[in-house]
C-alpha cells in the first residue's frame, strides 16, 4: 500500500505524521513502524506519531519509539501533533486531545506550541542524580563535563542499570549555564541512543533543577543539541503543577512511501 505522511521535528527531536482517522494503519505492526524510522531504509525519525479520531477531545496522540514499539508519552511529539492538528484543520489555536498518559491542553501563539504536562508530585532525589516521570521515567544528574560526554555509552549504562531493569528509563545530562538556563543531553530508551532533544526529559530537568535549588525560577530554558525549549510551572509545597512545554514545532516535508502491513 502507498502511506502518505507528513514529518515534522521540535528542536531536532523528529517524527513521522500520520493522519489516521480513516484507519489507514489498523494493525501496529512493531516490525513495519520500525521500518519507517529507520533512517537508511525508511523515512527516518524517532518515533511515529499516529493521529486519531476521539469521541471527546479534539483528537487522539498514539505514539512509537523508533523500534516500533508503543511508548509512553512524548513532549516534543505532543507539540508537533498539535501543529500537525492546526495544518489538517482539526483545531485552530487551542486543543484538548488524549495521549497514553492522559488528557492534554495546548495552545498555538505566534507559531510556538506551548503544551500543558501532567502534574508532578514526586520526585526522588539521591546524591548523584534526581529521578521523576513527567509522562516518561526520567533520571537527571548534573554533569561537569557535557560537551565531552558519549551519552550513547554512559546514557545504556544508566538506561539498563540498577535500579531501572528491564523497563528502563531516559537520561539527561544537565549543566547549569545562568539562573535560569541549563544545558541539557538525553539518552532516550527505545531509540537506544542520544537524540537531539527531549521534551519530557527537558520538563523533567526544569523541575529537578528547581527541586535541587539550582533555580528559584518557574520559568527555565532549557538548551538541547537541537535548539532551546522552556519550561514554566508552579509549585505547591512539593509538587509541581501547570506545567507547560513551549516551543517550536516544524513540518518539514510530506511524503508518500510504499509499504506492507
Known amino acids: 500500500m502507498t502511506l502518505t505522511f507528513y514529518k515534522y521535528q521540535g528542536t531536532g527531536n523528529d517524527f513521522v505524521m500520520v493522519d489516521n482517522r480513516r484507519n489507514v494503519i489498523g494493525n501496529y505492526n512493531a516490525k513495519q513502524i520500525a521500518f519507517l524510522c529507520d533512517r537508511r531504509f525508511g523515512i527516518g525519525a524517532d518515533g511515529l506519531i499516529l ?23 512524548c513532549g516534543n511529539g505532543g507539540r508537533c501533533i498539535v501543529a500537525f492538528a492546526k495544518f489538517l484543520s482539526i483545531i485552530e489555536d487551542e486543543a484538548s486531545f488524549e495521549a497514553i498518559d492522559g488528557m492534554h491542553q495546548a495552545k498555538i501563539e505566534n507559531d510556538i506550541v506551548h503544551l500543558q504536562m501532567q502534574d508532578v508530585s514526586t520526585l526522588e532525589t539521591f546524591d548523584t542524580h534526581t529521578f ?22 554512559e546514557g545504556a549504562k544508566i538506561r539498563f542499570g ?41 520538563t523533567a530537568v526544569a523541575l529537578a533543577m528547581n527541586s535541587i535549588g539550582k533555580t528559584d525560577q518557574n520559568l527555565v530554558t532549557l538548551q538541547t543539541m537541537g535548539g532551546a525549549l522552556q519550561v514554566s510551572f508552579e509549585k505547591e509545597q512539593k509538587a509541581y503543577t501547570n506545567i507547560w512545554l513551549i516551543g517550536k514545532a516544524t513540518q518539514v516535508f510530506k511524503g508518500d512511501i510504499e509499504w506492507t502491513l
Open 132 to 153: 521523576l516521570d513527567t509522562g516518561s521515567p526520567h533520571h537527571v544528574a548534573l554533569t561537569e563535563n557535557l560537551k565531552g560526554l558519549d551519552v550513547k555509552v
Open 162 to 202: 540498577t535500579p531501572y531493569g528491564r523497563s528502563g528509563t531516559n537520561v539527561n545530562f544537565v549543566s547549569k549555564l545562568d539562573t535560569a538556563e541549563f544545558a541539557v543531553r538525553t539518552y532516550e530508551r527505545g531509540v537506544e541512543d542520544e537524540t537531539l532533544s527531549c521534551g519530557t526529559g527537558v
Open 51 to 73: 493521529l486519531e479520531n476521539h469521541e471527546s477531545a479534539d483528537f487522539k496522540m498514539i505514539y512509537f519509539n523508533s523500534d516500533g514499539n508503543q511508548s509512553s508519552m
